[in-house]
């Protein structure tokens, strides 16, 4: 039960309420007689401190109104009157209890409305003679909380009216003094009570460890920004007319209470059932506007000039200890369009994230605005977005009780999940609409409903299944979509949107495959006319017949399996492009059902006595080791029966460039296709390959590539082939596969072409060398992969097997260029995720057709820790703050650039065509010389040329994003170079970690550090 805040049962001893409008002393007095217990009480009704109230009595008001009344709630009989003092104030207000448990009702009339106070009085078990006395005296206090608490009792007790009024009474629904005394404590009142000390309050707490409560009132504006919320809704009931939700809201951090929020976005909403094979779906009591949509309920208005009330909306009963009762305004009895059914599930959704406190700050008491952004000098009222919290609590009016499954605590039509989400958007509203206030789709439901429709167009609808799909569909959504102000022509997806699984995570996930209906599958596949479909189809009750199954092609979880065709542009189907592939590609991370499950593990890497790299690994198969087959040319010519091709050994390492003499940076690299070193199309003087126990491991050394003895970091793996000349392992037996036959048909692999089959796509792995430190790793693959999935494969590069984020510098290291891009991985991966946002237009790969200028990145971009380990970014890592002094600048041009110079301005310009980066402009038609090199055969290394072009280190990583002219100028004029010739760049010393590193501060969030002007916590 809602409980009250200990301090108060320990401090209030003598009050009746909690004392929003004041106390006063009047002595009270307590009497046994032979009609009953005697009792005079005095109080104080002061309603300047109530809720809109400003003015205190008046002394000429007539009639009833300045008179304080005490009735019997039992049976409405009025027990006693007293006069209102021009303060508010009464006394000598004498009455007899008609029983030893007595459920008081004192209602206070005044000019400026009526208020109420519910004292439950129990007298039945007295202390013995003069153990009561003048000493003891009883204070009521008639407040606006008092009359909020009134008002939640008197609903709760199916009262259509409140407790005070004609005919409002106990007797009249069959309630009892305990009935009434049990709701009064669970609304946050108390029961007046003897004790062995006397009268005092009692009351119960919900949860002790809730204390003590922090006041809303004193958090800080850098409270708001670093508090976590969170709660529960722990019951709810619709007694009458108006909804009634009692929930908590506490730090998450520390599990105590918050208290003193009186603004919260309230929703309610009915689901209703299945019918003819259409999904349940959620319906809204709350609706607004000329044509009415889903809303949160009112909230209470007040006139701009003189503070007070103007319109009343939800209530809300402030309980001290971070626990809340809050009476809806909305009737849900009266919705036309949603026809109140008590025994359907409904669902509560309450968005906190406020501190404000309604009214008119400086006019309506206790308006509050927020603390103050001391940067703004402006108030504040909201908490930071990722502290924002939404409490759900699915039940059943009719009963009153929670929604269950298996007597746990469920929700109902539990299909998508905000973790799923956040996987993508980091938290859900960063990137989307409602400025964050509603992060969990469990609340997203409640509004996005079949009522979210602006005007009759059904292209705006809102209705969660197809707004969602629809803007996830994105790019490949035709014809393109704008949905409530939306298009879809805009978003780009970041896997195989063929993935259901990714976000249909619930507890009812899987109805997208076993539950299908036209508007699901008609909101992907816009132009699919159901008229016509199997003799037409009117309703929903006939498509899972067909399509809720796994055994043929027109089933959805076979539909919706996640293979891509080989790419058009391969040689091997009439293409030019040698760098793709002709198998097909599973996406997704899926594993084929039946398909064999191959990976890679690598045992060591070495560098050997003659100075060669060298690494010994192995296949799996099924988890078991794969013992290569022995070659013989024309009968044997795979390593693996029922597979072509094969991964390759990859070697990187770093040798002295630029001055540096140990680079914390990959520059040099050595490789060779597995299948080519087997079966001998690559001699023996350039690379072996020998078994070297019974395990399956094998050993390939590369012989023509001399690591010398200044090498750094050399680092070895297995995977990493891709392209026409090296076919990745590919599974050309599909005997295994339980598909349909169709599929198998579809994907058989053709040996005379080499097209077909079904690629094996599995992670990279590699090791650092024995006797060598591995470079720093400041990417994640979980974190790459809880967006893409599986790396590389939709959006597809390197045919998914250059899958591995932290080897992805391998190949592309410092001195990787492309049309004066620097295409190292620090520089292209920002560039690409932060393409819509920069001022250039990153036209790397445009002669490929890519417009990465075009990419929706999802997430909160300013979040680092999406993407990059902790730490790592911001050099506050070790291994990070001690690579400084030796990182090496990206090289962004080499060669002799074109007189002239093409550059994507507008990003409408026609792609595929040559174009370079805007930055060259200025050095049109010059020769700026060759790049570093390594020689492998010899094991030497020479410089670039001083005219090349470079960024230096940390200015590469910054000017990736913040591109901006303004930006530069703040790079260069900090020891920076950007675009800058390699002579002269060299020569300084970028400062930036002087302001932004991490001295400042150890937990390295206070400005300028890195993490902190990047702050999305």
């Not at 809109?52 to 009833?64: M, P």
């Not at 958007?425 to 439901?445: E, I, M, N, Q």
């Not at 899958?803 to 991966?829: E, L, Q, Y």
Request: aromatic residues 8%; charged residues 10%.
């Amino acid at each position: 039960m809602i409980g009250r805040n200990l301090r108060y049962l320990v401090a209030l001893v003598v009050c009746v309420l909690l004392p929003l409008a004041g106390c006063s002393g009047g002595g009270s007095t307590t009497k046994i007689t032979s009609k009953g217990t005697e009792v005079t009480v005095g109080g104080k009704v002061d309603v300047a401190k109530a809720a809109a109230k400003t003015a205190f009595l008046s002394s000429t008001s007539a009639g009833a109104v300045n008179h304080v009344f005490v009735y019997n709630a039992q049976d409405g009989a009025q027990l006693g009157t007293a006069t209102l003092g021009s303060d508010g104030s009464f006394s000598g207000l004498t009455f007899t209890l008609p029983a030893a448990k007595t459920v008081l009702v004192f209602k206070a009339i005044v000019a400026q409305g009526t208020f109420r106070s519910l004292v439950p009085v129990d007298l039945s078990n007295p202390p013995t003679a003069g153990g009561i006395s003048a000493s003891n005296p009883i204070s009521i206090v008639i407040s606006q909380q008092s009359t909020d608490i009134t008002a939640a009792t008197s609903a709760m007790l199916g009262l259509s009216g409140q407790l005070g009024d004609a005919n409002q009474t106990l007797a009249s629904v069959g309630k009892t003094y305990t009935d009434c005394a049990t709701q009064v404590v669970n609304a946050g009142g108390s029961v007046l009570a003897y004790t062995s000390t006397g009268l005092q309050l009692s009351g119960t707490l919900s949860n002790s460890n809730m204390l003590p409560a922090r006041a809303a009132s004193t958090l800080t504006y850098d409270d708001l920004n670093n508090t976590q919320l969170d709660g529960r809704v722990i019951s709810a009931y619709i007694p009458g007319n108006n909804p009634i939700v009692n929930f908590t809201v506490v730090n998450k951090a520390t599990g105590k209470g918050i208290s003193g929020l009186k603004t919260f976005a309230l929703h309610v909403a009915q689901l209703k059932p299945e019918t003819a094979g259409s999904n349940s779906y959620w319906l809204n009591y709350i609706l607004s506007g000329t044509n009415p949509r889903p809303s949160s309920d009112a909230v209470s208005t007040f006139n701009s000039t003189t503070g007070a009330l103007a319109t009343q909306g939800y209530t809300i009963i402030d309980h001290g200890d971070g626990s809340y009762t809050a009476i809806f305004g909305k009737n849900v009895k009266t919705v036309a369009t949603v026809p109140y059914d008590g025994n359907l599930i409904h669902r509560i959704g309450i968005s906190v994230r406020s501190v404000a406190v309604p009214g008119v700050v400086g006019k309506t008491p206790g308006a509050y605005a927020g603390p103050i952004n001391p940067q703004t000098n402006a108030a504040t009222a909201n908490f930071a977005v990722r502290g924002v919290t939404n409490l759900i609590y699915d039940f059943i009016p009719a009963t009153g009780e929670m929604y269950t499954v298996n007597g746990a605590q469920a929700y109902a039509r539990d299909i998508v999940t905000a973790d799923a989400c956040n996987q993508c958007h980091d938290k859900l509203g960063f990137s989307g609409g409602h400025f964050a206030s509603r992060p969990d789709t469990k609340l997203c439901v409640m509004c996005h409903t079949p009522q979210n429709i602006v005007g009759t167009d059904q292209s705006t609808n809102g209705d969660f299944t197809p707004f969602i799909h629809k803007i996830h569909m994105g790019e490949e959504l035709s014809p393109a979509e704008t949905i409530l102000g939306v298009s879809t022509a805009e978003v780009t997806y970041p896997q195989d949107v063929r993935n259901c699984a990714m976000c249909h995570k619930g507890v009812d996930g899987n109805n997208w495959k076993t539950k299908p209906t036209m508007k699901a599958c008609g909101s992907c596949h816009s132009t699919f006319d159901f008229a016509s479909h199997m003799g037409g189809q009117t309703n929903d009750s006939s498509c899972a017949g067909c399509h809720a199954g796994t055994t043929s092609t027109a089933e959805i979880a076979t539909a919706h399996l996640p293979v891509q065709d080989p790419d058009p542009a391969a040689p091997e189907l009439g293409g030019t492009n040698t760098h793709t592939y002709a198998g097909y590609l599973p996406a997704a991370g899926v594993t084929v059902p039946g398909a064999a499950v191959i990976t890679w593990d690598v045992k060591s890497v070495q560098r050997d006595t003659n100075k060669n790299p060298s690494i010994t690994f192995r296949f799996l198969k099924n988890g078991q080791p794969v013992v290569f087959n022995t070659y013989a040319a024309g009968s044997v010519t795979e390593l693996m029966t029922g597979f072509t091709g094969s991964p390759s050994v990859y070697f990187a390492f770093a040798v002295p460039q630029d001055g540096v003499t140990a680079p914390a940076d990959f520059n040099a690299t050595a490789s060779a296709y597995i299948k080519n070193v087997w079966n001998g199309t690559i001699p023996g003087t350039t690379a072996t390959l020998s078994a070297i126990d019974t395990n399956g491991y094998y050993t390939i050394t590369i012989k023509n590539v001399i690591v010398p003895d200044t090498a750094k970091m050399l680092t070895g793996g297995v995977g990493y082939t891709y392209g026409s000349a090296a076919t990745p392992l590919t599974q050309t037996d599909l005997s295994t596969l339980t598909v349909p036959a169709a599929l198998k048909t579809k994907w058989a692999y053709n040996a005379g072409t080499n097209v077909g089959g079904l690629m094996v796509v599995t992670p990279n792995v590699w090791k650092t060398a024995t006797n060598y430190s591995a470079r720093r790793t400041i990417v994640s693959n979980a974190k790459c992969n809880a967006c893409h999935v599986a790396l590389g494969i939709a959006p597809t590069f390197h045919s998914g097997q250059r899958n591995d984020a932290p080897t992805c510098v391998f190949c592309h290291n410092v001195n990787r260029v492309n049309s004066g891009w620097g295409v190292n991985a620090k520089d292209a991966i920002h560039a690409i995720h932060a393409g819509a946002k920069r001022t250039n237009k990153y036209s790397w790969e445009v002669s490929a057709g890519d417009k990465y200028w075009e990419i929706s990145y999802p997430g909160y971009l300013r979040d680092c820790e999406q993407c990059h380990v902790a730490g790592t970014y911001d050099f506050s890592a070790s291994a990070s703050s001690s690579a400084v002094a030796n990182l090496l600048p990206t090289t962004v041009a080499t060669g002799n650039v074109p007189a002239s110079v093409p550059a994507i301005v507008t990003g409408t310009e026609t792609v595929p065509g040559t174009f370079f980066a805007p930055q060259l402009a200025p050095f049109a038609g010059q020769a700026l010389g060759s790049g570093f090199s390594f020689s492998g055969a010899a094991g030497t290394y020479t410089d670039a040329a001083g005219t090349t072009l470079i960024i230096s280190p940390i200015s590469a990583a910054c000017y990736s994003c913040h591109d901006t002219a303004q930006a530069k100028a703040h790079m260069v004029a900090n020891g920076g170079s950007i675009y800058e010739a390699r002579s002269t760049a060299l020569l300084k010393s970028e400062t930036c970690l002087v302001c932004h590193g991490t001295a400042q501060n150890t937990l390295n969030t206070t400005v300028p550090t890195i993490k902190a002007v990047h702050r999305w916590w």
